[in-house]
């Protein structure tokens, strides 16, 4: 791959090809929400929230802490973090108050508790 992009394999839906495609590193970067329970307002809010913070760099353990905080001092208290790549979760939350949200390899669910 060429200095600054990333190779990124998949298979086409036919199953009979491979196509390659070169993403830029700042769009690897790039969060996209995969479920959600939120107004339009603040799933945007969360986009850019996680983007911020994994643009800022860090362990995860740090920038899920970020994201907790950056929710908490716009909203109010009692949001979490759970941050992963390839796991599930079954969580009970607030109503209008859950996101995935996929950024680069990694998920991060956010959910409000009451």
């Not at 970067?29 to 603040?42: E, G, P, R, S």
Request: contains cysteine.
């Amino acid at each position: 791959a060429k200095e600054g992009f990333e190779a990124v394999v998949s298979t086409q839906s036919t199953g009979i090809g491979i196509s390659i495609v070169l993403v830029s590193k700042t769009m690897a970067d790039q969060a996209y929400v995969l479920k959600d329970d939120m107004d339009a307002i603040m799933r945007q809010e969360a986009v850019k929230i996680v983007e911020q913070a994994v643009q800022r760099g860090g362990s995860i353990g740090e920038i899920m802490a970020k994201i907790k905080a950056d929710f908490e001092g716009k909203y109010e208290p009692h949001w979490h973090v759970v941050s992963g790549r390839k796991f599930n979760t079954s969580l009970s939350y607030q109503e209008n108050g859950f996101i995935n949200v996929q950024c680069g390899d990694t998920d991060y669910d956010i959910f409000h508790s009451p």
